[in-house]
């Protein structure tokens, strides 16, 4: 169950599968946290399955459920990647990608099949995921001179903070994951730095 100032999202990969006359539903889900990292994932399995005849997903990233995209991957429009993206949403999940690849059977399912097979697949792949709850969070660039990284470096290890980038340079960057609830107390350690710049960025 969501709690208030978190979120669900998956633990790690699952999958599934559903059969429709002759066709094959293969189905992945994997919890991401970026579009970068999702399409990576998206790329190495439409390698990998090559010889199928359709690779369709959908994806709902931040705890904010903004960002989302789906894909029919040759089928119907609104076939396969809506009927996806229903079920992640049907789970109250985010920082989510299902991804379901079909083996064509031979038999053509219709439109009506197709969006069936499709959420059966996805739902199966969701069913043997392992759910998870997660804190509510925010990002932030950090920017400090360099000679001041001992500082923040060890605020951010304190604080138990997710790096999610950095440039380590006479002026540093970092990019940090914040939980909301720890934002002020956060910005008021590193707010007493010498020349440090906190930029709250978009999840």
């Known amino acids: 169950?969501?709690?208030?100032?978190s979120y669900l999202t998956l633990a790690s990969r699952s999958g599934g599968l559903y059969k429709e006359k002759g066709s094959k539903f293969l189905s992945f889900a994997f919890p991401v946290t970026s579009e970068n990292e999702t399409q990576e994932i998206i790329l190495h399995m439409k390698k990998e399955y090559r010889d199928a005849r359709h690779v369709c997903f959908a994806y709902l990233i931040g705890s904010d459920k903004k960002l989302s995209r789906v894909s029919d991957g040759g089928e119907p429009r609104n076939s396969a990647g809506k009927p996806i993206l229903g079920e992640i949403l049907s789970k109250n999940l985010?920082?989510?990608?299902?991804?379901?690849?079909?083996?064509?059977?031979?038999?053509l399912l219709g439109i009506g099949g197709l969006v069936h097979a499709y959420k059966k697949a996805a739902e199966d792949a969701l069913n043997h995921a392992d759910i998870t709850s997660r804190q509510k969070c925010s990002r932030f660039v950090v920017r400090f001179p360099y000679d001041g990284i001992h500082d923040v470096?060890?605020?951010?290890?304190?604080?138990?903070?997710?790096?999610?980038?950095?440039?380590?340079d006479s002026?540093?960057?970092?990019?940090?994951?914040?939980?909301?609830?720890?934002?002020?107390?956060?910005?008021?350690?590193?707010g007493v730095l010498h020349d440090i710049e906190i930029t709250r960025i978009h999840n």
């Open 1 to 5: 169950m969501e709690k208030q100032g």
């Open 94 to 107: 985010t920082d989510a990608l299902v991804i379901v690849v079909r083996y064509f059977g031979g038999t």
């Open 153 to 168: 470096m060890k605020i951010i290890k304190t604080e138990r903070l997710i790096i999610k980038n950095q440039h380590i």
């Open 171 to 190: 002026i540093c960057s970092v990019e940090l994951e914040v939980p909301d609830n720890r934002e002020q107390p956060v910005r008021s350690e590193l």
